[in-house]
């Protein structure tokens, strides 16, 4: 069955799949395009863009960025007027300025807008708050930005229009897994150095006895007959939690520092099929 061409992302995040998307394809069953896709940890959704399915939910505890693909959903063309003009008037003294306005407003289609520039703006991608919720990453001199066009955000739209958007902890979705359900799980990823930039999604961390308790919610998905693709770490306490399931291993480029470095680290791709 030929696939539909490929919706690019447009936004960066931290440990996103766009690099590999193309790997990640050829570990899905040969019949997703008859089963509900479910991806609790959504970022930038470059799988979920890939395979474009029909019957969908989508979600992430980050509230920011659901709410943003929200707005791109209902109104795509007036969040692509705002990011225009953040296009036409970039550059560091704007983006503190955006950054300060971005931090004391809410959600709307010129919040969604302001979103997409500070993410395509800012050092690295990296979305990263402070426990107050303050989102505090540095300008990333990376002029000009590559900002979504219209066109791609009505194409973005329409895709995400026949999506369940949800807001909200995986554990939620997990609990309603259906046989038949396929899902992709991409977790924020334990640190592999002590300055890892993986995990600051959101005010919380995902820690060890996270990656342990979504292991238990997994085995659980597994015996209610549902699929499932995880990608993760690899580190022994992943090996050793999902020891019972399809391991395979694949090499990446990522920042795993807070230095401006890109270093290959292997990663897993675990499915109970």
Known sequence: MSRPLTIKPILRWAGGKSKIVQYLIDFL??????????????????????????????????????????????????VYMYVRQHAARTNESYYYKVREVYNNSHFSAAQAARFIYLNKTCFNGIFRVNLKGVFNVPYGHKEPPALPT????????????????????????????KQGDFFYLDPPYPPLNGTSFFQH???DRF???????????????????????????DIPLIRSLYRQYNIRNMNVRRWVSSKSIKHNVSELIITNY
């Open 150 to 177: 219209e066109s791609h955000l009505i194409e973005l739209s329409k895709l995400l229009a026949r999506a369940q958007m949800m807001t909200g902890s995986y554990t939620e979705i997990l609990s309603e897994a």
């Open 201 to 203: 999604y959101t005010p």
């Open 29 to 78: 069953p040969d019949d997703i395009a008859e089963r509900r896709y479910v991806e609790p940890f959504l970022g930038a959704a470059s799988l979920f863009l890939t395979v474009q399915p029909e019957n969908s939910i989508i979600s992430d505890l980050n509230a920011h960025l659901m709410n943003c693909y929200k707005c791109v959903a209902e109104k795509p063309k007036l």
């Open 207 to 233: 820690s060890s006895a996270d990656q342990q308790k979504l292991a238990n919610k997994i085995s659980e998905i597994d015996r209610a007959g549902s699929r499932f693709l995880l990608s993760n770490a």
